[in-house]
């Protein structure tokens, strides 16, 4: 159904994105173009890499959420909404509650992407000690970087400190006990991601973490299918954008052409 066009300059909102393990802000580089003009995307960085690859890896929780609502503080007091592929979407939702907790704003929208819901995790906690055969498995599983890149001793001595770095976070991710979020969530996950594949719960457990509706979609991919199936993504991404922006009382139909 078409809808008229969002007035940009009454109503607009600001989508904060967060990368998968080892990624970096580039993953989004080209989303802006494909999205809604009333969407203003915001790539969120990750130390270690991009514009922050000076800055040593992150181990800890409270020091990568403090970095990162620092980064966002400028935008909250409008309409934003978050989403994260992967550990993105973990990082995604404990910034979602740290901003509620300290600014008093909740996102209007959140997506999750090919992530295992947060009470579905099982903490593993050696990724920064573990054997790298052991790390390059893990990795295998995901089928997240070619074999040759993995047998390449100069590019995995430049990246696996990264990687450790966001594997910990993801392994030493503890569940708090806190308020769900009010916001609808989208959730999408890849039919051939064995990773998510083993819990069948871990996706639709998502459902946990907002009292308002939860949309899932599966897509017939593995577990990077934010690159694979990009332009599927996006689509989904804009178009559940939209009905929450809409469902929250904006007082315009956002359009669903993009710019």
């Avoid at 990368?19 to 809604?36: E, F, I, K, M, N």
């Avoid at 969120?44 to 890499?49: Q, Y």
């Avoid at 295992?116 to 920064?128: F, I, T, V, Y």
């Avoid at 949309?215 to 199936?229: K, M």
Wanted: with cysteine.
């Amino acid at each position: 159904m078409d809808v008229p066009a969002l007035n940009q300059t009454s109503a607009s909102l600001t989508l904060f994105c967060l990368p998968y393990a080892g990624g970096s802000a580039a993953v989004y580089r080209d989303w802006q173009t494909r999205l809604p003009g009333w969407v203003r995307l915001k790539a969120l960085h990750i130390p270690g890499r991009g514009v922050r690859y000076e800055m040593p890896p992150m181990h800890g929780w409270p020091e990568l959420l403090d970095l990162l609502v620092e980064d966002v503080q400028s935008s909250v007091s409008q309409p934003f909404a978050i989403f994260g592929h992967s550990m993105g979407a973990l990082v995604g939702i404990e910034l979602a509650h740290a901003i509620r907790s300290r600014y008093g704003h909740a996102p209007i929208w959140f997506g999750a992407s090919a992530c295992k819901a947060p009470g579905s995790r099982e903490r593993k906690l050696d990724w920064l000690s573990c054997p790298e055969e052991e790390f390059f498995d893990q990795m295998r599983v995901l089928n997240g970087m070619p074999e040759e890149l993995l047998q390449n001793r100069e590019f995995m001595e430049l990246v696996l400190p990264i990687l450790r770095a966001d594997f910990h976070l993801c392994g030493s991710y503890e569940l708090r006990d806190r308020e769900p979020l009010e916001c609808p969530m989208l959730v999408l996950g890849g039919s051939q991601d064995l990773e998510i594949a083993r819990s069948s719960e871990s996706l639709s457990a998502w459902a946990r973490e907002t009292r308002a509706p939860l949309e899932r979609r599966e897509l017939d991919a593995g577990h990077f299918f934010i690159n694979t199936h990009r332009d599927t993504v996006i689509s989904l991404v804009a178009d559940s954008l939209a009905r929450a922006f809409h469902s929250r009382g904006s007082g315009v139909l956002p359009s669903r052409s993009y710019a």
